[in-house]
T-cell receptor, first 114, second 113 residues
Framework: EPEVTQTPSHQVTQMGQEVILRCVPI?????FYWYRQILGQKVEFLVS????????KSEIFDDQFSVERPDGSNFTLKIRSTKLEDSAMYFC????????????FGPGTRLTVL | GNSVTQMEGPVTLSEEAFLTINCTYT??????LFWYVQYPGEGLQLLLK?????DKGSNKGFEATYRKETTSFHLEKGSVQVSDSAVYFC????????????FGKGTKLSVIP
């Protein structure tokens, strides 16, 4: 069964450094998402992406964040200058159709900012 | 926008006990409703979904019925196993035409032998 994959599984970085989190969505899916989950808290939406542009973003997704689909398979989340409060589990998801349809999540990348 | 209110845990049950985790929603229209599960150290997995009122979603012995009269989507299982120990999240699209899912706070279930 096709799966969403994410790399790395764990990333440790120093405050102020740039990080890129990578995702490979399910191959025939058209919509891509990033969510995050701070330890012990609820899952929060960051951004959705369709047709090579951002469809929707939350207030969390400020100028420090960007997303890109650099080729036909990868979907990346970049944090330009990490802060301590960016420490969280970041989940990528994809869906074949727009909102309301099932989103399939990857295993997550745990980001630790020191 | 749409929202969910989910029973907070933690919930501790003995093996073979009956499980109910409550979820109520506030929504415009009748969006799809989802239950996701997060096993220890893992990501989110879709457990089940229902796409319209009165639909029943089911998977791995879990069931949830989309009830518009009570705006609820409670998760049930007749006989839980130790392997069901996980955090369960109720979710729905945040609004008509929205791409984002809104999640409940999650309910941690621990099943003891």
């Amino acid at each position: 069964e096709p799966e969403v994959t994410q790399t790395p599984s764990h990333q440790v970085t120093q405050m102020g450094q740039e990080v890129i989190l990578r995702c490979v969505p399910i191959s025939n899916h058209l919509y891509f998402y990033w969510y995050r989950q701070i330890l012990g808290q609820k899952v929060e939406f960051l951004v959705s992406f369709y047709n090579n542009k951002i469809s929707e973003k939350s207030e969390i997704f400020d100028d420090q964040f960007s997303v890109e689909r650099p080729d036909g398979s990868n979907f990346t989340l970049k944090i330009r200058s990490t802060k301590l409060e960016d420490s969280a589990m970041y989940f990528c998801a994809s869906s074949p159709l727009r909102g309301g349809d099932t989103q399939y999540f990857g295993p997550g990348t745990r980001l630790t900012v020191l | 926008g749409n929202s969910v209110t989910q029973m907070e845990g933690p919930v501790t049950l003995s093996e073979e006990a009956f499980l109910t985790i409550n979820c109520t929603y506030t929504a415009t229209g009748y969006p799809s409703l989802f239950w996701y599960v997060q096993y220890p150290g893992e990501g989110l997995q879709l457990l089940l979904k229902a796409t319209k009122a009165d639909d029943k979603g089911s998977n791995k012995g879990f069931e949830a019925t989309y009830r518009k009269e009570t705006t609820s989507f409670h998760l049930e299982k007749g006989s839980v196993q130790v392997s069901d120990s996980a955090v369960y999240f109720c979710a729905l699209p945040s609004g008509a035409g929205s791409y984002q899912l809104t999640f409940g706070k999650g309910t941690k279930l621990s099943v003891i032998p």
